[in-house]
Structures are given as structure tokens and as C-alpha cells.
């Protein structure tokens, strides 16, 4: 799983571009953290891969609206 469960950011591909000019394929790879969070309404935890940013987003709005969302968007959790 190489994408953020809330916000959906994946991978960034691009150029690698030396002093010289000649590019090479590279990519940027977003900072993932796996996230045990406690679901009070399931009364279970849930682990979610989540960006650095998405784990501010959880702080601010709660578990239980970002598992909200994430269904929202069609993931399992």
C-alpha cells in the first residue's frame, strides 16, 4: 500500500536532472507512518497508513470523522 488512506497522495514521478542535462526517471515517495488510532464506536483499534500531513488532519478533526472520510472514499478499514 503505497498511498495515504486519508488524503490519497501516492507517489510523484519525474527527472532526474544532472550538470551535465541528461534526465533519469526518479520518483518522490510521500512520508507514510502506520497509525494504530482507538475507534470508540467499534470499540476496536484500526491501523491506517496515513501521510505526515493527514496525521495533523486526524489530530484536528478526530478519529472518528477521518475513518468517516476515508469510507467515504471507498477504503476498507
Known sequence: MT?????GVKPV???N????????RR????NLQHRRYWLPSENRHVRLTLST?????VDRIG???A????RARG???
Do not use: D, Y
Not at 3 to 7: A, S
Not at 27 to 30: E, L
Open 3 to 7: 498511498h495515504c488512506q486519508l488524503t
Open 13 to 15: 514521478f519525474g527527472n
Open 17 to 24: 536532472v544532472s550538470h551535465s542535462h541528461r534526465r533519469t
Open 27 to 30: 520518483r518522490w515517495n510521500p
Open 53 to 57: 500531513r493527514a496525521i495533523r488532519i
Open 63 to 65: 478519529v472518528e470523522a
Open 67 to 70: 475513518v468517516a472520510r476515508i
Open 75 to 77: 477504503e476498507k478499514v
